[in-house]
């Protein structure tokens, strides 16, 4: 009897067979309270003439009836109504017992976890107390999806509370600038010139640039994030992102390099550039002074475009982790090495709007692998 299903079934086969037991032998012990009742109120001499009687004549005979209506049997007589009332009334006592018993024992462990859901509601993530090993199969698995539901609810509250302070973090330094800035111009420490305004406006780009992550990365929950895909040239991309970041890396004592075909694909060129960008970007930061190559691939199912690079690898054994926000590979929330820690997630958000995948690998060779696979026939 593991499942609710056949628990209702036997209350429901417990309360019928009650309530046939009760109708089968609830009249009888009546009439043979009855005919007690009626004995007793008889006289010695009384009851032994009528135990005489019912033993030569049967105990329905006319004989017997007679000596019984002549000695106040009338009195004794139950009325059939009162007597079916009676009847019913005590099998609805027994069956409602019976019924409330059983009702206790199902629901009761529902009913804690319903007690449960609302402390959770309010705030609360306990999980809650364990089942006993006779509980129902669905109650059970009910219990483990809660429990899991509120695991769940706890690790988001925590993601919630880590993000903030990270957000807040990231903010705190640029703003912290601006306002030693303003607090000097306020006392005559600086003096306003374009050196001063430059240093300004770049802590407001820094703010401006986390402000646009938070933004997109928000966007990728949204039905509708918007990707205006139009036909572009993968190396045209690629060769730009080079370019624009070739003098980063040799001012790392790097090199940038680009091995690039031909790869037409529809895509959002503004963000796909952010992107790959972003992959570039990483490796310079990460791996200073080594040799950096861009790569555009594709196949008739797929464009892939890859960032490779010849420094330290990857911190730890899983790169993936570095996909979640505000995570950084030298595990400091400093802004030495630049950057939001918001980089491969922004990668990531990116590449799964156009239906793609990010893939984060080693090198066997030494260096770190980024690439964005990109399936030439959306679906």
């Not at 429990?147 to 880590?162: G, H, I, P």
């Not at 420094?311 to 982790?321: F, K, L, N």
């Amino acid at each position: 009897m593991k499942t609710l299903r056949n628990r209702i079934a036997l209350s429901a086969i417990a309360i019928s067979i009650l309530a046939s037991l009760v109708a089968a032998f609830v009249p009888g012990l009546l009439y043979d309270i009855r005919d007690q009742l009626f004995l007793a109120s008889l006289a010695a001499d009384q009851r032994a003439a009528l135990a005489e009687l019912i033993e030569t004549s049967g105990q329905c005979s006319p004989d017997v009836e007679a000596f019984k209506m002549c000695h106040g049997f009338g009195s004794w007589q139950l009325n059939y109504n009162w007597a079916l009332a009676s009847l019913i009334f005590i099998t609805s006592i027994f069956c409602a017992a019976v019924a409330f018993a059983s009702a206790r024992w199902i629901a009761a462990p529902i009913s804690d976890l319903a007690a449960h859901a609302k402390r959770v509601a309010e705030g609360e993530r306990q999980a809650p107390p364990p089942l006993s090993s006779a509980a129902p199969r669905e109650i059970a698995e009910l219990h483990a999806n809660f429990s899991a539901m509120v695991a769940a609810l706890a690790a988001a509250d925590d993601d919630v509370r880590l993000r903030s302070a990270a957000i807040a973090h990231e903010l705190r330094t640029p703003l912290s600038v601006l306002r030693g800035r303003l607090v000097g111009l306020t006392t005559g420490v600086f003096q306003l010139d374009d050196a001063l305004v430059s240093s300004m406006l770049r802590q407001v780009t820094v703010i401006d640039q986390l402000v646009s992550d938070l933004n997109l990365l928000a966007a990728q929950f949204r039905p509708d994030m918007v990707i205006e895909r139009s036909l572009c040239d993968l190396a045209e991309i690629a060769t730009s992102v080079v370019e624009t970041l070739r003098p980063d890396a040799e001012a790392g004592g790097g090199r940038l390099v680009l091995d690039a075909e031909l790869t037409s694909l529809a895509v959002d060129p503004v963000r796909l550039e952010r992107a790959l960008s972003n992959l570039v970007e990483n490796a310079i930061r990460y791996a200073p002074g080594s040799l950096i190559k861009v790569s555009v691939r594709s196949t008739d199912e797929e464009a892939r475009l890859v960032v490779q690079d010849s420094g330290p690898g990857w911190p730890g054994t899983d790169p993936r982790v570095f996909v979640d926000a505000f995570k950084r590979g030298e595990g400091s929330r400093s802004r030495v090495s630049g950057g939001s820690g918001l980089g491969l997630t922004i990668v990531n958000a990116i590449v799964r709007a156009h239906g793609g995948e990010l893939r984060l690998s080693s090198n066997p060779a030494g260096g770190a692998v980024a690439e964005i696979l990109l399936p030439r026939h959306r679906t």
